[in-house]
């Protein structure tokens, strides 16, 4: 099975969401794939950032994946649903 690799760059990998509509939430995209699955990286020696996410609900899936000697691991950020906190 093929691997993805990164290493020795400034960021491994950059998974960015799967639906193109503006907004945020699992409820963005109702219509669209409503769920990332990511699987095969291998990630090492990378200056900032292994695995990188941005702008995710929350169905998001890394499986069969290794990640060794970066400054950060895996990190991103997850894009909430507006007024889920009122």
Same mark, same amino acid.
């Given at each position: 099975?093929?691997?993805?690799?990164?290493?020795?760059?400034?960021?491994?990998?950059?998974?960015?969401?799967?639906?193109?509509?503006?907004?945020?939430?699992?409820?963005?995209?109702?219509?669209?794939?409503?769920?990332?699955?990511?699987?095969?990286?291998?990630?090492?020696?990378?200056? @900032?950032?292994? !695995?990188?996410?941005?702008? $995710?609900?929350?169905?998001?899936?890394? %499986?069969?994946?290794?990640?060794?000697?970066? @400054?950060?691991? !895996?990190?991103?950020?997850? $894009?909430?649903?507006?007024?889920?906190? %009122?």
């Amino acid at each position: 099975e093929i691997v993805n690799e990164a290493f020795g760059c400034l960021v491994g990998f950059i998974i960015l969401r799967t639906c193109t509509t503006p907004g945020g939430g699992p409820f963005a995209c109702p219509d669209e794939f409503d769920c990332a699955h990511a699987r095969n990286l291998k990630a090492w020696k990378n200056a @900032h950032v292994s !695995i990188l996410f941005l702008d $995710h609900s929350s169905n998001l899936q890394l %499986s069969d994946s290794i990640v060794a000697d970066s @400054h950060i691991g !895996i990190t991103g950020s997850f $894009h909430r649903q507006m007024g889920d906190m %009122s």
